[in-house]
């Protein structure tokens, strides 16, 4: 009893010493305080920036621009994916073409959206939306390709129509594969987005933040805008668990 | 189906037996001829004939990979004959109300659905009104004396539950046969010990007309009125053993000399087809 309720408090320990150590080692001088702020600075910046700062103004953009890409590239690569899943010989002919852009980074295709969007926020949204596409689409297909034998055969021998067969029994068991490629795709779109924020003529948006900070070498607000960028990454990763608990109770069972 | 056009030939191979106010009891329920099915270049079927009685529990026996299995997914049309042809009563399979149960309950139920979902889908694949569909499948589980919390989903049942809710599942059409291959095989000694009792008391409740593929000989016998063992590929009919015990059959009933008597009739059979390379 008594080590089932201290279990609950173990991932603190893993902050708990990651604190101890920063803060040892900055108070014992040990590095150059331009290169590492104290956790008491960094964490007094983060404060400051999100509470009305531009850090949280920063933050808000790049949510916005993360979803914005999520939900594109969700509304496109799902219905794909069901399509491509449910004719085999569809996706076996389109594999290769689907694996190679899969396997290019979305980076590399900046300078091309450069020049079809501009310099503006579709850019960015369009290239993420591009490459959580890709990772989303391979997901569903792989998801409704799997599905079970038994269990669309059991559909079937009780008379269902091939139409129902995939609304009943298909698409529901290419959920679970469903969110990993949502969950997958949310990573990777942060990941362009923060990307194309540093270096394609932005404004604003986290990946600028850090880089402006950088460039004024105010370090404090650098950690504080590197920090605000990971809860981000944990926070939307989790958000889409949940959401998996909640409508994919099956997942994993 | 493909069968369609055995359907004259067979017919004059087989001309009705017996005047039709001999009694539903007396007419076969289901007629097969002609069946014929390869795998490959390895026949497992070739021109056989069979007539199943009707209400009857029928266990289907014989040696590993003789075609039992594939018997019933033929009957159940889950695998299309090369050639030959099945009817119920005369009519077709797409004509007729049937269940059939897997092995493999895990992937055959529907996770995302609960017990009563699950048992409730096929009557909204029949287009049954909504109301209709919960009061059916309660008075199934009703009339079958069932002990089961419903609201759960599979996967927080056992083995054998998950099978019961997959029975049920076929049961709630008021098919008039059900398929079952080797529904226990999946479970631990203790739960298909239970679940034979569970099958046949939903037999003896319901009286329809089942066809089970068993790899156990006990349990055939235990379960059937009649055992149909299979030989070898390609396969024939060995014998088609009755099993007179009266039901309910139980624990006694295994040591009752008769039983032991057709049980090692049974083995003997199925020995003899063994050895037959």
Known sequence: MKADSLEGFLPLVGIAGLLAIWSFTTWQGWVDPVLLPSPLSTFQALWKGMDGGPLGFDFVKTVY????????????AIPLGIVLGSAEWLYRSLEFVIDFFRSTPASAMFPLFLVLFGVGDETKISVAAFGAALVILFNVAYGVMNARKTRLLAAKVM??????????VMLRESLPQTFVGLRNGVSLALVIIVVAEMFIGSQDGLG???????????MPRMYAAIFAAGALGYGLNLLFLLIERRFVHWSGK | MNV???????????????SPESG???????????????????????????????????????????????????IAGLIQPDAGQILFDGMRLDEIKFGYVFQNYREALFPWLTAFDNIAYPLQI?????????????????????????????????????QLVSILRALVVEPEILFLDEPFSALDYEMTLFMREQLQRIFMETG?????????????????????????????????????????????????????RIKAHCLEIFQREVRRA
């Open chain 2, 4 to 18: 369609a056009p055995q359907a004259a030939r067979a017919q004059s191979m087989n001309p009705p037996s017996g």
């Open chain 2, 208 to 260: 329809t007309t089942t066809v089970l593929v068993s790899h156990d000989l006990e349990e055939a016998v235990y379960l059937a009125d009649r055992v149909l063992l299979l030989s070898r590929h390609p396969a024939r009919v060995a014998d088609f053993t009755p099993v007179p015990a009266k039901r309910p059959r139980t624990d006694a009933t295994l040591s009752d000399l008769d039983f032991v």
């Open chain 1, 159 to 168: 008379g269902a129509s091939q139409l129902r067969v995939l609304f009943d």
């Open chain 2, 24 to 74: 539903d009891r007396k007419r076969p329920h289901v007629t097969i001829r002609g069946l014929s099915k390869r795998f490959g270049s390895t026949v497992i079927y070739d021109n056989f004939d069979l007539d199943l009685p009707r209400g009857e529990l029928i266990s289907v026996f014989g040696p590993n990979g003789c075609g039992k299995s594939t018997l019933i997914n033929m």
């Open chain 2, 126 to 162: 029949m287009k049954v009104s909504a109301r209709d569909c919960v009061s059916r499948t309660e008075k199934l589980v009703d009339h079958l004396g069932v002990k089961l919390d419903l609201k759960l989903y599979p996967y927080q049942m056992s083995g054998g539950q998950q």
């Open chain 1, 208 to 218: 600028h933040s850090v880089f402006e900070a950088q460039q004024l070498f105010d």
């Open chain 1, 65 to 76: 621009r993360t979803a914005a890409s999520t939900a594109i590239a969700t509304v496109i």
